[in-house]
């Protein structure tokens, strides 16, 4: 397997480009599943999450053509399977999102259970809670969800609980459904609105998207329509993060600041010098980082995607931060590594406390989910000595040619490709 090397110790300084959010593109791909004409995407990542997503579409008959200049179309007028099979959908949860577009469209899907995950539960029942309201008849046969539907009828849907990707496959199934669907307690994330924003462009009805209730007017049919994806808001907390620890100045291109709110505030808070525009964060950081302590929540509440980096932060700062992780149970296991690194941190259920210290110390370490290898790099560059990062490839499911991007404002960092057998 591949794994990263690095050197701590350099400031950060330059210009990085925030790349398109995995996230938003991820529902926006399998929107095309709702159209036979072609849909065109602008600013799409080049991670291992899309090219699966790609792939699964590809099996049901999905056209695409991917460039290397962030711009995918796709045409899903020849769709011959209406599956998602598990060897695909085990790799990434989030092909559960090709059931509301399947089931809107052509009436049917058979989808593959996602399984385990490993930072905790990501129960579908809201999904299916949500679809059977609709009118869909839905059983649990061999590990897969069939369901079924002449046609969606609209429904008043309150999930009881804030899902993301519940929001998303539920609205993607109403916008061909017949009538009016409200859905109550929805997610409101900026990736939704991207999402909306995009079904919108193909002719669908929605209103109330970015709120907690929306609605949606179903239509006979979507057309194409051409999209560019938001900018990456965890990507771009991630090197704001970065410069914390490791000190220094960098302008972030193309970013989305307007989306990032809890993630800023938190990062001055802990002593970054920060300023935006439209589309673009300068941050610098000339100092040892403060303390921060903070509770994960559902947007616009700081992003469960960015306790990990936000901890890396606070090992070395001064002071005791207290972080408490509400929306996953299993999303401390980055806390061993960074303990391996010489960091002080004591957990206790959803709570870790996080004592500072004054410097980590480099050492080989494993990653264990996206985020937290993006924290393990955050410390690799603020330790003293070496750090190698193993077990990448979780990094390379949601952070685009992240090595590259730091390297070119003066890391230390190399990437080190597995040895051929």
């Known amino acids: 397997m591949d794994k990263l090397q690095i050197v701590g110790g350099n400031r950060l300084n330059g210009e990085i480009t925030v790349s398109g959010a995995k996230n938003a593109a991820l529902p926006i791909l399998c929107a095309s599943l709702l159209t036979a004409d072609t849909i065109t995407l602008q600013n799409v990542p080049d991670l291992n999450d899309i090219g699966t997503t790609l792939r699964l579409l590809g099996r049901m008959g999905v056209q695409s053509e991917h460039g290397h200049d962030g711009v995918v179309q796709l045409n899903a007028a020849q769709v011959h399977s209406l599956e998602a099979p598990y060897e695909l959908v085990k790799t990434m949860r989030a092909s559960i999102l090709v059931l509301g577009p399947l089931l809107s469209r052509f009436g049917e899907a058979r989808v593959s259970l996602p399984g385990g995950c490993a930072i905790g539960q990501r129960p579908v029942d809201q999904h299916i809670k949500g679809l059977e309201a609709m009118g869909a008849e839905i059983k649990i046969e061999h590990g897969f969800v069939v369901a079924k ?59 109330g998207h970015g709120g907690d209730r929306i609605t949606i007017d179903g239509v006979d049919a979507l057309h194409g329509a051409s999209h560019q994806v938001v900018a990456d808001r965890i990507e771009a907390g991630t090197f704001l993060c970065a410069v914390g620890a490791a000190g220094g100045e960098i302008v972030l291109r193309r970013a989305a600041p307007g989306t990032m709110g809890a993630t800023l505030d938190k990062l001055q808070e802990a002593g970054l010098s920060i300023e935006c525009g439209d589309d673009w964060i300068r941050c610098s950081m000339n100092k040892r980082p403060r303390a921060t302590g903070f509770r994960t929540r559902e947007y616009p509440g700081l992003p469960t995607d960015m306790q990990a980096q936000l901890m890396a932060l606070n090992t070395i700062a001064d002071g005791t931060a207290v972080i408490v992780e509400n929306i996953f149970e299993n999303r401390y296991m980055h806390v061993q590594e960074l303990v391996r690194m010489g ?79």
């Open 343 to 421: 960091a002080q941190i004591d957990i206790d259920g959803h709570t870790a406390v996080v004592t500072g210290v004054p410097q980590l110390s480099g050492a080989t370490v494993m990653a264990t989910d996206l985020r937290a290898s993006a924290s393990l790099v955050i410390a690799g560059l603020a330790a003293f000595g070496e750090t190698t990062v193993e077990r990448i490839y979780h990094l390379d499911r949601g952070y685009e040619r992240m090595e590259e991007k730091l390297r070119s404002v003066g890391a230390n960092i190399q990437r080190v490709k597995r040895e051929a057998a």
């Open 149 to 207: 539907a002449k046609r969606l009828k609209g429904a008043s849907i309150r999930t009881d609980m804030v899902t993301v990707t519940g929001t998303e496959n539920l609205m993607m199934a109403a916008v061909l459904a017949e009538g009016r669907t409200t859905l109550e307690n929805a997610a409101r994330e900026p990736e939704i609105v991207d999402l909306a924003e995009l079904l919108i462009k193909m002719g669908a009805r929605i209103q």
